[in-house]
Protein backbone atom coordinates (compact mmCIF):
# COMPACT_ATOMS: atom_id res chain seq x y z
CA UNK A 1 0.00 0.00 0.00
CA UNK A 2 1.37 3.37 -0.71
CA UNK A 3 1.89 5.99 1.37
CA UNK A 4 0.84 9.79 1.10
CA UNK A 5 4.51 11.12 1.73
CA UNK A 6 6.85 10.48 -0.43
CA UNK A 7 10.08 11.15 1.02
CA UNK A 8 10.76 8.48 2.73
CA UNK A 9 13.42 5.68 1.92
CA UNK A 10 11.78 3.44 -1.31
CA UNK A 11 11.69 0.51 0.69
CA UNK A 12 8.77 2.07 2.97
CA UNK A 13 5.29 0.50 3.07
CA UNK A 14 2.86 -0.11 5.31
CA UNK A 15 2.70 -3.73 6.68
CA UNK A 16 0.30 -6.16 8.09
CA UNK A 17 0.03 -4.83 11.26
CA UNK A 18 -0.96 -1.63 9.27
CA UNK A 19 2.28 0.23 10.60
CA UNK A 20 5.03 2.02 9.04
CA UNK A 21 7.52 0.07 7.70
CA UNK A 22 11.50 0.78 6.46
CA UNK A 23 13.46 -2.01 5.06
CA UNK A 24 11.71 -4.96 6.81
CA UNK A 25 11.54 -2.91 9.89
CA UNK A 26 8.21 -2.39 11.73
CA UNK A 27 9.23 1.72 12.55
CA UNK A 28 6.52 1.50 15.87
CA UNK A 29 8.85 -1.89 17.29
CA UNK A 30 12.01 0.03 16.02
CA UNK A 31 11.31 2.94 18.86
CA UNK A 32 9.59 0.40 21.70
CA UNK A 33 13.02 -1.50 21.32
CA UNK A 34 15.51 2.24 20.95
CA UNK A 35 13.46 4.76 21.94
CA UNK A 36 12.63 8.03 20.46
CA UNK A 37 13.46 10.42 19.26
CA UNK A 38 15.36 7.92 16.91
CA UNK A 39 16.94 8.92 13.53
CA UNK A 40 16.37 5.67 10.76
CA UNK A 41 18.53 5.11 8.23
CA UNK A 42 17.39 2.40 5.02
CA UNK A 43 20.90 1.61 4.71
CA UNK A 44 19.94 -0.03 1.20
CA UNK A 45 18.85 3.46 -0.22
CA UNK A 46 22.17 5.21 1.10
CA UNK A 47 24.16 2.42 -0.49
CA UNK A 48 21.78 2.83 -3.49
CA UNK A 49 22.80 6.51 -3.93
CA UNK A 50 25.99 6.37 -3.41
CA UNK A 51 25.51 3.97 -6.60
CA UNK A 52 23.38 6.19 -8.82
CA UNK A 53 25.58 8.83 -8.44
CA UNK A 54 28.79 6.55 -9.72
CA UNK A 55 26.89 4.93 -12.38
CA UNK A 56 25.02 8.12 -13.80
CA UNK A 57 28.85 9.73 -14.35
CA UNK A 58 29.77 6.62 -15.82
CA UNK A 59 27.50 6.94 -18.12
CA UNK A 60 29.31 10.41 -19.24
CA UNK A 61 32.97 10.52 -18.94
CA UNK A 62 35.51 7.61 -18.03
CA UNK A 63 37.40 10.17 -15.21
CA UNK A 64 35.27 10.91 -12.40
CA UNK A 65 34.96 11.02 -8.51
CA UNK A 66 32.52 10.97 -6.76
CA UNK A 67 33.17 12.92 -2.91
CA UNK A 68 30.58 12.87 -0.23
CA UNK A 69 30.43 15.63 1.69
CA UNK A 70 30.59 14.35 4.93
CA UNK A 71 29.05 17.55 6.97
CA UNK A 72 25.47 16.02 5.34
CA UNK A 73 26.05 13.09 8.19
CA UNK A 74 28.96 11.15 9.17
CA UNK A 75 29.83 8.38 11.89
CA UNK A 76 31.94 5.50 11.37
CA UNK A 77 29.07 3.41 9.90
CA UNK A 78 28.67 6.20 7.16
CA UNK A 79 32.07 6.38 6.08
CA UNK A 80 32.79 2.89 5.94
CA UNK A 81 29.69 2.90 3.65
CA UNK A 82 31.23 5.04 1.43
CA UNK A 83 34.31 3.53 0.92
CA UNK A 84 32.83 0.18 0.34
CA UNK A 85 31.40 2.23 -2.19
CA UNK A 86 34.30 3.29 -3.63
CA UNK A 87 33.19 6.63 -3.10
CA UNK A 88 35.74 9.21 -1.36
CA UNK A 89 35.02 11.59 1.21
CA UNK A 90 34.54 15.52 1.89
CA UNK A 91 36.04 16.55 5.06
CA UNK A 92 35.32 20.09 6.51
CA UNK A 93 37.45 20.06 9.54
CA UNK A 94 40.08 17.96 11.71
CA UNK A 95 36.81 16.36 13.52
CA UNK A 96 35.51 14.90 10.36
CA UNK A 97 38.99 13.79 9.32
CA UNK A 98 39.00 12.29 12.72
CA UNK A 99 35.49 9.82 12.06
CA UNK A 100 36.60 9.54 8.48
CA UNK A 101 40.16 7.93 9.52
CA UNK A 102 39.02 5.56 12.36
CA UNK A 103 37.08 4.20 10.42
CA UNK A 104 39.91 3.20 8.32
CA UNK A 105 39.36 5.53 5.26
CA UNK A 106 41.61 5.87 2.86
CA UNK A 107 43.26 9.12 2.99
CA UNK A 108 44.07 9.41 -0.54
CA UNK A 109 40.78 9.63 -1.44
CA UNK A 110 39.62 12.53 1.06
CA UNK A 111 39.61 16.22 -0.18
CA UNK A 112 40.02 18.54 3.01
CA UNK A 113 37.77 22.02 2.82
CA UNK A 114 37.15 24.66 5.34
CA UNK A 115 37.68 28.77 5.25
CA UNK A 116 39.26 28.76 8.40
CA UNK A 117 41.41 25.74 8.90
CA UNK A 118 43.81 25.93 11.92
CA UNK A 119 47.79 25.05 12.10
CA UNK A 120 46.43 22.20 13.98
CA UNK A 121 44.12 21.35 11.29
CA UNK A 122 46.12 21.97 8.18
CA UNK A 123 49.27 19.31 10.05
CA UNK A 124 46.62 16.63 10.53
CA UNK A 125 45.95 16.79 6.85
CA UNK A 126 49.56 16.88 6.06
CA UNK A 127 50.49 13.83 8.12
CA UNK A 128 47.99 11.69 7.08
CA UNK A 129 48.44 12.35 3.84
CA UNK A 130 45.32 12.95 2.84
CA UNK A 131 44.67 13.23 -1.10
CA UNK A 132 43.55 17.05 -1.31
CA UNK A 133 43.67 20.01 0.60
CA UNK A 134 40.94 22.46 -1.41
CA UNK A 135 42.89 26.02 -0.74
CA UNK A 136 40.30 28.81 0.41
CA UNK A 137 43.00 31.45 0.94
CA UNK A 138 46.11 32.92 0.48
CA UNK A 139 47.17 32.40 4.36
CA UNK A 140 46.18 29.38 4.42
CA UNK A 141 48.36 28.97 1.53
CA UNK A 142 51.56 30.00 3.16
CA UNK A 143 50.59 27.79 6.49
CA UNK A 144 50.08 24.88 4.20
CA UNK A 145 53.13 25.26 2.29
CA UNK A 146 55.08 25.58 5.48
CA UNK A 147 53.68 22.30 6.96
CA UNK A 148 53.95 20.29 3.97
CA UNK A 149 57.79 21.83 3.75
CA UNK A 150 58.65 20.50 7.42
CA UNK A 151 57.11 17.05 6.72
CA UNK A 152 58.35 16.71 3.39
CA UNK A 153 55.41 16.25 1.31
CA UNK A 154 54.36 17.95 -1.44
CA UNK A 155 50.69 18.22 -1.11
CA UNK A 156 48.42 18.06 -3.48
CA UNK A 157 45.63 20.98 -3.39
CA UNK A 158 42.98 22.67 -5.46
CA UNK A 159 42.26 25.89 -5.49
CA UNK A 160 38.51 27.65 -4.62
CA UNK A 161 37.11 30.02 -6.80
CA UNK A 162 33.86 31.98 -5.96
CA UNK A 163 32.18 32.03 -9.31
CA UNK A 164 30.16 35.05 -8.33
CA UNK A 165 27.31 33.63 -9.63
CA UNK A 166 23.64 33.77 -7.30
CA UNK A 167 22.21 29.75 -7.02
CA UNK A 168 18.44 29.90 -6.17
CA UNK A 169 18.43 28.48 -2.57
CA UNK A 170 18.18 29.83 0.66
CA UNK A 171 20.83 33.02 1.73
CA UNK A 172 22.22 31.30 3.98
CA UNK A 173 23.50 28.01 1.79
CA UNK A 174 24.67 29.89 -1.21
CA UNK A 175 28.24 30.01 -1.10
CA UNK A 176 29.02 30.92 -4.69
CA UNK A 177 28.23 34.69 -4.43
CA UNK A 178 30.17 36.99 -5.00
CA UNK A 179 30.02 38.64 -1.04
CA UNK A 180 30.90 35.34 0.49
CA UNK A 181 33.12 33.84 2.90
CA UNK A 182 34.02 30.83 1.07
CA UNK A 183 36.63 31.05 -1.87
CA UNK A 184 38.42 33.14 -3.81
CA UNK A 185 37.30 35.06 -6.22
CA UNK A 186 37.47 35.70 -9.99
CA UNK A 187 37.27 39.50 -9.55
CA UNK A 188 39.99 41.69 -9.67
CA UNK A 189 42.52 38.98 -10.68
CA UNK A 190 42.47 37.58 -6.71
CA UNK A 191 41.92 34.07 -7.60
CA UNK A 192 44.65 34.35 -10.14
CA UNK A 193 47.60 36.04 -7.53
CA UNK A 194 46.28 32.67 -5.59
CA UNK A 195 47.01 30.31 -8.47
CA UNK A 196 49.99 31.70 -9.04
CA UNK A 197 51.84 31.60 -5.58
CA UNK A 198 50.44 28.07 -5.19
CA UNK A 199 52.41 26.92 -8.88
CA UNK A 200 55.31 29.12 -6.78
CA UNK A 201 55.02 27.08 -3.74
CA UNK A 202 57.47 24.47 -3.01
CA UNK A 203 55.63 22.06 -1.37
CA UNK A 204 52.30 22.40 -2.84
CA UNK A 205 51.37 20.55 -6.01
CA UNK A 206 48.05 22.56 -7.98
CA UNK A 207 46.11 19.52 -9.35
CA UNK A 208 42.94 21.92 -10.55
CA UNK A 209 39.88 23.70 -9.43
CA UNK A 210 36.86 24.02 -6.82
CA UNK A 211 34.02 25.26 -6.52
CA UNK A 212 30.42 24.79 -4.45
CA UNK A 213 27.74 27.60 -5.44
CA UNK A 214 24.99 26.62 -3.07
CA UNK A 215 22.66 23.62 -1.73
CA UNK A 216 19.63 22.31 -1.60
CA UNK A 217 19.41 23.82 -5.11
CA UNK A 218 16.42 22.73 -7.78
CA UNK A 219 17.43 24.84 -11.02
CA UNK A 220 20.96 23.64 -12.74
CA UNK A 221 21.68 26.43 -14.71
CA UNK A 222 23.84 28.49 -11.95
CA UNK A 223 26.08 25.73 -12.85
CA UNK A 224 26.38 25.71 -16.54
CA UNK A 225 27.36 29.55 -15.76
CA UNK A 226 29.70 28.95 -13.03
CA UNK A 227 31.80 26.13 -15.31
CA UNK A 228 31.80 28.37 -17.86
CA UNK A 229 33.47 31.01 -15.71
CA UNK A 230 36.06 28.02 -14.14
CA UNK A 231 36.70 27.24 -17.69
CA UNK A 232 37.73 31.12 -18.61
CA UNK A 233 39.83 30.86 -15.23
CA UNK A 234 41.66 27.56 -15.90
CA UNK A 235 42.25 28.88 -19.46
CA UNK A 236 43.89 32.00 -18.57
CA UNK A 237 45.67 29.93 -15.77
CA UNK A 238 47.19 27.95 -18.33
CA UNK A 239 48.27 30.87 -20.72
CA UNK A 240 50.02 32.50 -18.71
CA UNK A 241 51.28 30.10 -16.12
CA UNK A 242 51.45 27.32 -18.58
CA UNK A 243 49.13 25.60 -16.18
CA UNK A 244 47.51 21.49 -17.11
CA UNK A 245 44.20 21.47 -15.24
CA UNK A 246 43.52 17.99 -14.16
CA UNK A 247 40.78 17.82 -11.83
CA UNK A 248 37.25 20.08 -12.32
CA UNK A 249 34.98 19.75 -8.68
CA UNK A 250 32.00 21.67 -8.85
CA UNK A 251 31.01 21.04 -4.79
CA UNK A 252 27.23 19.74 -4.50
CA UNK A 253 24.09 21.15 -3.75
CA UNK A 254 21.82 18.96 -5.81
CA UNK A 255 18.42 19.36 -4.25
CA UNK A 256 16.26 16.68 -2.42
CA UNK A 257 12.98 16.13 -1.77
CA UNK A 258 11.71 17.32 1.90
CA UNK A 259 7.62 17.51 0.63
CA UNK A 260 5.14 15.84 -1.61
CA UNK A 261 5.90 18.90 -3.85
CA UNK A 262 9.50 19.27 -4.10
CA UNK A 263 10.34 18.71 -7.24
CA UNK A 264 14.42 17.71 -7.21
CA UNK A 265 16.75 17.38 -10.39
CA UNK A 266 17.31 13.80 -10.26
CA UNK A 267 20.77 12.25 -10.30
CA UNK A 268 20.36 11.05 -13.69
CA UNK A 269 20.37 14.51 -14.92
CA UNK A 270 22.53 16.29 -13.35
CA UNK A 271 25.25 14.10 -14.20
CA UNK A 272 24.55 14.32 -17.54
CA UNK A 273 24.16 18.39 -17.58
CA UNK A 274 27.64 18.33 -15.77
CA UNK A 275 29.69 16.03 -17.87
CA UNK A 276 28.15 17.69 -21.12
CA UNK A 277 28.96 21.26 -19.92
CA UNK A 278 32.56 20.48 -18.77
CA UNK A 279 32.62 18.80 -21.65
CA UNK A 280 31.44 21.73 -23.93
CA UNK A 281 33.51 24.46 -22.00
CA UNK A 282 36.68 22.89 -22.11
CA UNK A 283 36.49 21.98 -25.69
CA UNK A 284 35.71 25.77 -26.11
CA UNK A 285 38.99 26.95 -24.37
CA UNK A 286 40.86 24.24 -26.19
CA UNK A 287 41.48 22.43 -22.84
CA UNK A 288 41.68 18.18 -22.16
CA UNK A 289 38.65 17.29 -20.47
CA UNK A 290 39.79 16.64 -16.59
CA UNK A 291 38.82 14.78 -14.34
CA UNK A 292 35.41 15.92 -13.20
CA UNK A 293 34.39 15.44 -9.09
CA UNK A 294 31.34 16.27 -7.60
CA UNK A 295 30.89 16.51 -3.72
CA UNK A 296 26.85 15.20 -3.01
CA UNK A 297 26.12 15.46 0.59
CA UNK A 298 21.99 15.92 0.89
CA UNK A 299 21.47 14.06 -2.38
CA UNK A 300 23.01 10.61 -0.44
CA UNK A 301 21.48 10.50 2.78
CA UNK A 302 18.43 13.12 2.87
CA UNK A 303 15.70 10.68 1.92
CA UNK A 304 17.21 7.63 3.23
CA UNK A 305 16.83 9.01 6.86
CA UNK A 306 13.66 9.73 8.82
CA UNK A 307 13.25 10.27 12.57
CA UNK A 308 10.60 9.16 14.58
CA UNK A 309 9.10 11.00 17.80
CA UNK A 310 6.91 10.45 20.33
CA UNK A 311 3.56 12.83 20.67
CA UNK A 312 3.80 13.93 24.61
CA UNK A 313 0.61 16.33 24.17
CA UNK A 314 -1.99 17.64 22.02
CA UNK A 315 -2.96 21.35 22.66
CA UNK A 316 -6.02 23.03 21.11
CA UNK A 317 -6.26 26.88 20.83
CA UNK A 318 -9.85 27.14 19.91
CA UNK A 319 -10.25 29.13 16.69
CA UNK A 320 -6.44 29.31 16.05
CA UNK A 321 -4.55 25.95 16.14
CA UNK A 322 -3.43 22.70 17.37
CA UNK A 323 -0.01 21.59 18.87
CA UNK A 324 1.27 18.45 18.85
CA UNK A 325 4.03 18.17 20.99
CA UNK A 326 6.79 15.63 20.36
CA UNK A 327 9.95 14.56 22.58
CA UNK A 328 12.77 16.39 20.29
CA UNK A 329 12.67 19.60 18.45
CA UNK A 330 15.39 21.91 16.96
CA UNK A 331 18.04 19.76 19.00
CA UNK A 332 17.56 16.84 16.56
CA UNK A 333 16.50 18.88 13.50
CA UNK A 334 17.61 22.47 13.57
CA UNK A 335 16.54 23.12 9.25
CA UNK A 336 12.88 24.64 10.35
CA UNK A 337 14.27 27.15 13.00
CA UNK A 338 17.38 27.86 10.62
CA UNK A 339 16.17 28.04 7.41
CA UNK A 340 12.30 27.73 7.65
CA UNK A 341 12.84 24.35 6.17
CA UNK A 342 9.37 22.38 5.27
CA UNK A 343 8.83 19.00 6.29
CA UNK A 344 5.81 16.95 6.70
CA UNK A 345 4.52 13.93 9.05
CA UNK A 346 3.24 10.92 9.09
CA UNK A 347 2.27 8.68 12.31
CA UNK A 348 3.93 5.27 12.10
CA UNK A 349 1.41 3.30 14.23
CA UNK A 350 -0.95 4.73 11.89
CA UNK A 351 0.33 5.58 8.12
CA UNK A 352 -2.74 4.62 5.65
CA UNK A 353 -5.81 7.04 8.22
CA UNK A 354 -7.05 9.50 5.85
CA UNK A 355 -5.88 12.81 8.07
CA UNK A 356 -8.31 14.23 10.17
CA UNK A 357 -6.86 17.81 11.00
CA UNK A 358 -4.41 20.23 9.78
CA UNK A 359 -2.11 20.45 13.09
CA UNK A 360 1.48 22.40 14.36
CA UNK A 361 4.55 19.62 15.31
CA UNK A 362 6.11 21.30 18.06
CA UNK A 363 9.52 20.44 19.49
CA UNK A 364 10.20 20.30 23.23
CA UNK A 365 12.59 23.18 23.52
CA UNK A 366 11.68 26.38 25.28
CA UNK A 367 11.42 28.37 21.96
CA UNK A 368 7.93 29.17 20.91
CA UNK A 369 9.82 29.16 17.01
CA UNK A 370 11.01 25.49 18.24
CA UNK A 371 8.35 24.32 15.04
CA UNK A 372 9.16 21.03 13.20
CA UNK A 373 6.24 20.89 11.00
CA UNK A 374 3.83 24.08 10.11
CA UNK A 375 0.78 22.28 8.99
CA UNK A 376 0.90 18.67 8.98
CA UNK A 377 -2.53 17.12 7.94
CA UNK A 378 -2.85 14.03 10.62
CA UNK A 379 -5.48 11.72 11.39
CA UNK A 380 -6.46 12.73 14.95
CA UNK A 381 -3.18 12.28 16.67
CA UNK A 382 -2.98 11.29 20.35
CA UNK A 383 -0.03 11.25 22.90
CA UNK A 384 1.57 8.00 22.79
CA UNK A 385 1.64 8.31 18.72
CA UNK A 386 4.93 7.45 16.75
CA UNK A 387 5.38 10.80 14.64
CA UNK A 388 7.87 10.80 11.59
CA UNK A 389 9.43 13.46 9.84
CA UNK A 390 10.48 11.71 6.45
CA UNK A 391 13.55 13.16 4.73
CA UNK A 392 15.50 14.22 7.81
CA UNK A 393 19.05 12.25 6.97
CA UNK A 394 20.77 15.06 5.44
CA UNK A 395 21.92 17.93 8.22
CA UNK A 396 19.48 16.15 10.75
CA UNK A 397 22.24 14.65 13.58
CA UNK A 398 25.34 16.67 12.12
CA UNK A 399 23.92 19.75 13.20
CA UNK A 400 21.99 18.36 16.28
CA UNK A 401 22.58 19.52 19.74
CA UNK A 402 22.22 19.29 23.58
CA UNK A 403 19.90 22.90 23.80
CA UNK A 404 17.93 22.45 27.26
CA UNK A 405 20.13 19.61 28.24
CA UNK A 406 18.58 17.11 25.32
CA UNK A 407 20.70 14.04 24.72
CA UNK A 408 21.30 13.82 21.16
CA UNK A 409 19.51 10.94 19.52
CA UNK A 410 20.69 7.23 18.76
CA UNK A 411 21.00 6.16 14.87
CA UNK A 412 19.57 3.00 14.02
CA UNK A 413 20.46 1.33 10.03
CA UNK A 414 18.05 -0.65 8.80
CA UNK A 415 18.30 -3.45 6.40
CA UNK A 416 16.25 -6.57 5.33
CA UNK A 417 14.33 -6.35 8.77
CA UNK A 418 17.43 -5.91 10.37
CA UNK A 419 18.47 -2.89 12.95
CA UNK A 420 21.58 -1.72 14.07
CA UNK A 421 22.84 0.96 16.05
CA UNK A 422 25.41 2.51 14.67
CA UNK A 423 25.25 5.99 16.99
CA UNK A 424 24.47 5.44 20.75
CA UNK A 425 21.72 7.47 22.30
CA UNK A 426 23.45 10.22 24.32
CA UNK A 427 22.64 9.46 28.26
CA UNK A 428 22.21 12.14 30.81
CA UNK A 429 25.33 11.49 32.64
CA UNK A 430 27.30 12.42 29.11
CA UNK A 431 26.38 15.95 29.57
CA UNK A 432 28.35 16.50 32.45
CA UNK A 433 30.92 14.06 31.02
CA UNK A 434 32.93 17.41 30.38
CA UNK A 435 32.67 19.08 33.28
CA UNK A 436 34.51 19.83 36.29
CA UNK A 437 33.20 20.63 40.22
CA UNK A 438 34.34 24.05 41.80
CA UNK A 439 36.64 22.70 44.62
N1 LIG B 1 30.99 20.69 -0.84
C1 LIG B 1 31.17 21.81 -0.12
C2 LIG B 1 32.42 22.54 -0.21
C3 LIG B 1 30.14 22.24 0.73
O1 LIG B 1 30.32 23.35 1.44
C4 LIG B 1 28.94 21.50 0.82
C5 LIG B 1 27.87 21.92 1.71
C6 LIG B 1 28.82 20.33 0.06
C7 LIG B 1 29.86 19.97 -0.77
C8 LIG B 1 27.60 19.46 0.10
O2 LIG B 1 26.48 20.11 -0.36
P1 LIG B 1 25.07 19.31 -0.52
O3 LIG B 1 25.23 18.33 -1.66
O4 LIG B 1 24.80 18.62 0.76
O5 LIG B 1 24.11 20.37 -0.81
N2 LIG B 1 23.18 22.93 6.75
C9 LIG B 1 22.59 23.28 5.48
C10 LIG B 1 23.44 22.90 4.31
C11 LIG B 1 24.81 23.51 4.35
C12 LIG B 1 25.65 23.03 3.22
C13 LIG B 1 27.06 23.44 3.41
N3 LIG B 1 27.94 22.97 2.43
C14 LIG B 1 21.20 22.65 5.39
O6 LIG B 1 20.80 21.94 6.32
O7 LIG B 1 20.49 22.86 4.42
Not at 381 to 386: A, E, Q, T, V, Y
Request: with cysteine; net charge negative; charged share 25%.
Amino acid sequence: MDIAVPPLPNSSKINQAGNLEVAGCDVTELTAEFGTPLYIYDRRQIVDNCRAYRQAFAAHTGDYEIIYASKAFTCLAMTQLVAAEGLSLDVASGGELHVALRSWFPPQRIYAHGNANTHDELGRYVRNEVGHVVIDSLDELAALDSIAGEHGRKQPVLLRITPGIEAHTHDYIQTGKLDSKFGLCLAEGVALDVAARILAAENLELEGFHMHIGSQIFSLEPYVRAIALLADFAAECRDRFGFVCNIVDVGGGLGASYTTADEPVGIDEFARLITGTVRDEMDRVGMEMPRIAVEPGRSIVANAGLTAYTVQAVKDIPGIRTYIAVDGGMSDNLRPMLYGARYEAVLANRPGAAPTRTVTVAGKHCESGDILVKDAELPDPRPGDILVTPATGAYGYSMSNNYNGQPRAAVVFVQEGDARVVIRREEYEDLVRLHERLE
